[in-house]
Every structure is written in structure tokens, then in C-alpha cells.
């Protein structure tokens, strides 16, 4: 008898027509002899058969008392909570899959991206049950922590999961079955935690895998939306303003996502020095920047050339971990400084341009990277990537440091 691996990103643990708890019997064998080294029969579906193997290679005992691990204390909860951009999807989640929880089976819970439980609801009686496996709110779910789980083993495997009975890692898990779907930042792609409904082993469902995902995916549309009506009110109160700028500028979010440019080469998203508040702050893409206030994040103007205090570039040749070398560059000025690990060719680059001050064409880059004059498209290319690292230090016509930076190579 073989367990069937399906393509389908969506993959059901128990199909529909079989019966869960003969399926459960033969998934327990399954676990004992792979704990214990010896013959399976039949083999794990390939996204619990990887999830074993990584707990095997961490030490992870199958007999391990979940219920006591660690979890966040009150105010930590609050923290990750705020932190974690859920919290504005909590409520839609919740309402679309009520109908899995309402017949008091089943908890639905959120966590976030490392796994910890923020939010849980369900019935007294499935709470309680929960309480006793330790699946609580501030609970560490982790693949690490508890096993292979539907929270830990998607953030893992990036994929919605269902898991069921014997599938879990740790046996005291096995009287459960758990969907979970991960929820990703629709800015970014990065995933901000999981979306999860478990219960008694008894209650699963193939379809529960699929409405579990599609609500996931519900809950990323609506902070895009949000994402977007913010940035839409922020440009509102913006553009005026920017209307009437006498220099470049723009208009970014508390995350450095733009909203609105003036004079200033277009982007997605502003790098946000550390703790930026209004006053003169130094962009890495940008140079010294006067910050003021505006209704949800951060008016950002360049400062003008004259009016710009001297900063200080030092590159250094450092050994990388695979034993080559790269160039450290550091760049300080009196508004703070920041540091930033070139490839070799783009620290050859400005190397080069540190020892000829005066400015270099296309062509003479050319020829002192490739041994040919001809080969500007790629240089163009090159700089036009180091320009939007290193902002207004770097000059193009030719291509130079600017004027007032002090360049220092080290070693």
C-alpha cells in the first residue's frame, strides 16, 4: 500500500471517499517504523516525509512533551501582535471561516511568522483540549518546537498544509488534525504568519485545505487594498506640498513605501535609516535628507548640494567566507552613516573611481573591466545599479564621486 504524493500545491491528507480511520491506523504504522529505522509500509507524502527528516537531523524526540514549552509573556503576545500585519486581517479571518469552528470542534488560530500563536478562538470545550497539548496564545508552534504541525510546517515549506493523525511529528499530537495556509506580505512576498484550523483527528475534511487556503489568500488582497488606500490618503495630503517643494522630494509610509515624487528618479520603496524621525537623516539612496511629519509617515526633501554637510567614504578590502575578497564601503556624514558590503565588481568600480576623481567615461570603465573599449551597455547597467545604492554620491558624465566627498581607501 503506498500513500499518494499529488503536484498540486494543494494536496488533501485524507482523500475524499477514504476512511479517515483506517487511513489513521496505517499512518500510525507508518510513524513507528520510521522512528524506529525499520520498514515502513507505505510512504509519507513527500512534504511530511521532508519535515520528519529535518526534526530527525535536529534530535527532535517523537515522544516530546510539547505542552511545556516556553511561550511569550503578556506584553511580548502584545508585541508580536502589533508587529507581526495581522492584525488588521484578524476579524475578516475569523468571520470566513466560521463555519469550521461554529460546530465547537475545531480552534482557529493565527500565528505569526516564527511560529508563535497570537490569536485563537473556538469553543470552551476544543479550547480546553487545546490548553492541555499546549496550544495556547503565545505558544511556540515552530517545526522545531513541536514537530511537523500545519503552523510550523507551512512557514517551512512556504505551502498550505493539511496534516493529519500520525502525519505529526511528536504522537501526542496524533489524536489531531490541523490546515494551515500561510499568509504572505503582498508587498513584499515575505510570509507574515499562518492562518490555522485544527481539531480531533475525526474532523477532517479534503475541502477544509482548500477554503483555508482561499481565505488566506482573501486576507492577502485585503492588506494590499489597505496597503494602497493608505498610500492614496498619504499622496493626497502629500502632493501639495510637493507641488510647492523648492528641490527634489517625496512622500513615503512609516515602511518607506512611496507615494508621491518630485524631481526624484521613481521607486517602489525608500530604505528607511534606523530610527528616521523629522530633522536631517542620511539616505543611502539618496544622501543627506531634511524629514518632516505628515498623517501616516514621512515628507523627505534632498538636501540642497551647498547646503549639505561633508560625508566620508571608506572602502576596505575584506575576505568573504568563501575565502574571496569584496570591498566594504562605509559612508559617514554628520547626519549618521551606514555600511554596505560590495561584489567584487561593483567594489572594483568604485575603487577605480576613488583613484580617478576627475571622472571616467563609459569607455574607460569599459576598458578597465573588460580589456575593450565597447562594452558600455554593461557599464551603464553596472552604475545605473550603484547610483540607486549610493544615491548622490556618485556623479554620472562622467561617471565620478561627487563634489565635497572625501573618498579614503583602506589597506
Excluded at 26 to 39: F, K
Excluded at 98 to 110: E, K, Q
Excluded at 201 to 228: D, F, G
Aim: with cysteine; proline share 4%.
Amino acid at each position: 500500500m503506498t500513500i499518494s504524493d499529488h503536484v498540486s500545491d494543494l494536496e488533501p491528507a485524507v482523500q475524499a471517499g477514504d476512511d479517515p480511520r483506517e487511513f489513521a491506523h496505517v499512518l500510525s504504522a507508518v510513524h513507528d517504523a520510521a522512528m524506529s529505522g525499520g520498514r515502513m509500509p507505505a510512504r509519507p507524502r513527500a512534504v511530511i516525509d521532508d519535515s520528519w527528516q529535518r526534526l530527525r537531523r535536529a534530535g527532535l524526540s517523537p515522544d516530546a512533551d510539547t505542552a511545556v514549552e516556553r511561550g511569550l509573556d503578556v506584553e511580548e503576545l502584545e508585541e508580536r501582535r502589533r508587529q507581526s500585519g495581522l492584525h488588521e486581517v484578524v476579524d475578516e479571518l475569523a468571520r470566513n471561516l466560521d463555519s469550521l469552528i461554529a460546530d465547537g470542534d475545531n480552534i482557529l488560530v493565527i500565528a505569526d511568522a516564527r511560529g508563535h500563536v497570537l490569536w485563537r478562538s473556538g469553543s470552551s470545550r476544543v479550547l480546553h483540549r487545546a490548553d492541555q497539548l499546549g496550544f495556547i496564545e503565545g505558544a511556540d508552534w515552530a517545526e522545531g518546537s513541536v514537530g511537523t504541525n500545519a503552523i510550523g510546517t507551512a512557514l517551512m515549506s512556504g505551502r498550505s498544509i493539511q496534516v493529519f493523525s500520525a502525519e505529526h511529528f511528536v504522537r501526542s499530537h496524533h489524536s489531531w488534525t490541523c490546515t494551515g495556509a500561510p499568509i504572505k506580505d503582498p508587498r513584499t512576498g515575505e510570509i507574515l504568519g499562518v492562518v490555522d484550523v485544527s481539531g480531533p483527528a475525526a474532523t477532517i475534511h479534503p475541502t477544509t485545505l482548500a477554503l483555508v487556503h482561499a481565505v488566506a489568500r482573501l486576507a492577502e488582497s485585503q492588506l494590499r487594498e489597505q496597503h494602497h488606500r493608505r498610500l492614496d490618503c498619504l499622496r493626497a495630503v502629500a502632493a501639495p506640498i510637493l507641488a510647492r517643494s523648492p528641490g527634489p522630494a517625496l512622500a513615503v509610509d512609516v515602511d518607506g513605501w512611496v507615494a508621491a515624487v518630485d524631481a526624484v528618479s521613481p521607486r517602489s520603496r525608500l530604505v528607511l535609516p534606523r530610527g528616521v524621525g523629522p530633522g536631517r537623516s542620511f539616505f543611502g539612496a539618496l544622501g543627506e535628507c531634511d524629514v518632516e511629519a505628515l498623517p501616516g509617515g514621512w515628507l523627505v526633501r534632498v538636501a540642497d548640494a551647498a547646503d549639505r554637510s561633508t560625508t566620508r567614504v571608506s572602502m576596505r578590502t575584506v575576505m568573504t567566507a568563501a575565502g574571496g575578497e569584496s570591498v566594504e564601503v562605509s559612508v559617514e556624514g554628520a547626519s549618521g552613516g551606514w555600511t554596505h558590503r560590495c561584489s567584487p565588481r561593483h567594489g572594483d568600480i568604485l575603487t577605480y573611481l576613488a583613484r580617478h576623481r576627475s571622472g571616467v567615461t563609459a569607455a574607460q570603465m569599459s576598458t578597465h573591466l573588460f580589456g575593450v573599449d565597447d562594452r558600455t551597455v554593461t557599464v551603464r547597467a553596472e552604475m545605473s545599479r550603484l547610483r540607486k545604492r549610493f544615491g548622490g554620491l556618485l556623479m554620472a558624465g562622467p561617471y565620478r564621486f561627487a563634489d565635497g566627498v572625501e573618498v579614503r581607501l583602506v589597506g
